[in-house]
């Protein structure tokens, strides 16, 4: 799961992950208390696929959460257009949330892809350059607290 901060606006931004929380929402019924282990940090790189019930995870609780407006939906298969859309479409998509991979492919309607020609390392580095135009400010805005 994400946590997150507002600005008092109606603005997110994604302050860190929950790593736990697949067990704890799988084990509600026979467990009676699994605390949530929370990792805060300045910015996340999200690239968790798509597809499944655990995929495009990130992405699909912006939408619930009214952050981004809609998930364009994954396309068929057709890796030569893919490869370069999730490439290029690598990028900050809420303040602190970097999306890259087939999770991209869920926000952008972007085809999916077999693991062809090397676009999910190449996405991986994009999501690093991205980084790092955004880190200092990110970390900034973090220090802020809840003033974001």
Do not use: Y
């Amino acid at each position: 799961d994400l946590i997150t901060r507002t600005d008092g606006k109606g603005g997110i931004r994604v302050a860190g992950v929950v790593t736990n929380w697949t067990l704890v929402s799988m084990h509600h019924d026979d467990q009676s208390c699994m605390d949530p282990n929370t990792l805060n940090a300045p910015l996340i790189v999200s690239t968790t696929g798509h597809d499944g019930p655990f995929g495009a995870f990130s992405v699909k609780r912006l939408v619930s959460m009214q952050a981004i407006p809609s998930l364009g939906g994954m396309r068929g298969l057709d890796m030569n257009t893919a490869e370069d859309a999730i490439v290029k479409g690598t990028r900050e998509i809420c303040p602190g949330l970097i999306v890259g991979g087939m999770e991209l492919s869920e926000v952008d309607g972007a085809n999916r892809m077999g693991p062809t020609f090397g676009a999910m390392a190449l996405s991986g580095v994009k999501a690093a350059e991205e980084a790092l135009k955004v880190f200092d400010q990110r970390r900034a805005e973090c220090a802020e607290g809840g003033k974001w």
